[in-house]
């Protein structure tokens, strides 16, 4: 699968070296948006400190770049060696300016895909009951998730991913990941010359 481009930017897995992009993403949400994401108020310092344990052994995270920042994520937690094998739980949040443009229904297509390419059967999105966002962008998923009572929780339809969705996930890792190390290079590059903005 080729890096998706949708307005501008693109959306690719994100990797430990992310972690700094990620945060400042997450830092850059309102209030509400922060209320809505976590279902609490949430300072800049749990955010921070969130963002630095986000890259265990089984998780999975995308983000939406713009010019080389990131405006969205999409996070999928609890697959794979979890305690709970089977099901796992996701989240999203896309920045204010880059909303209802489809960068969040292109992450929760991702993070689906990823969820059953893992073996997860249950797809938990914590979401207050009056997010008519989270509940609007869920619902169109409903071809690949059945949703409980709850309307947050969804079923993954099953459906054994195909050797083809395998492989391209194993080809966006690799590219996703040499993107990555070429970001990482740039910024390293542009914090060590001198006189240059670090912002
Ligand atoms: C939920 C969220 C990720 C959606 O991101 P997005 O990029 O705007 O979503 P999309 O543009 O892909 O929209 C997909 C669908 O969701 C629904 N939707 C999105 N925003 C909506 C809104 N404000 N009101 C009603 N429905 C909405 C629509 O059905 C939309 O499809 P459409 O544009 O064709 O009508 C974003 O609003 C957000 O970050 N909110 C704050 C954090 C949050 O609530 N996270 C979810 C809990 S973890």
């Known amino acids: 699968m080729e ?28 209030s509400q948006s922060r209320h809505d ?32 920042v ?56 914590s979401c207050l009951a009056r997010n008519r966002a989270m509940q609007g962008m869920a619902r169109k998923f409903e071809a690949e998730l059945q949703f409980d009572a709850d309307d947050v929780t969804g079923r993954l339809v099953a459906r054994t991913p195909s050797a083809a969705a395998l492989w391209n996930e194993w080809l966006d890792d690799a590219s996703s990941f040499a993107t990555a190390m070429l970001d990482l290079h740039a910024q390293t590059y542009s914090l060590q010359r001198p006189g240059r903005p670090s912002c």
Request: aromatic fraction near 10%.
């Open 37 to 68: 994401r976590f279902a609490m108020a949430v300072s800049d310092e749990f955010l921070s400190n969130y963002a630095e344990r986000c890259f265990g052994i089984d998780d999975v995270i995308f983000g939406f770049f713009v010019d080389g």
């Open 70 to 125: 990131m405006r969205g994520a999409g996070e999928l937690r609890g697959v794979g060696l979890g305690l709970d094998k089977g099901s796992a739980e996701a989240a999203f949040s896309v920045e204010i300016g880059w909303r209802r443009q489809g960068v969040g229904a292109e992450l929760m297509g991702r993070i689906i895909q990823a969820a059953r390419g893992r073996g997860a059967e249950t797809l938990y999105m």
């Open 3 to 30: 890096h998706a481009h949708i307005h501008g930017g693109v959306v690719r897995r994100l990797w430990p070296s992310d972690v700094t992009a990620f945060r400042d993403h997450l830092l850059r949400l309102d």
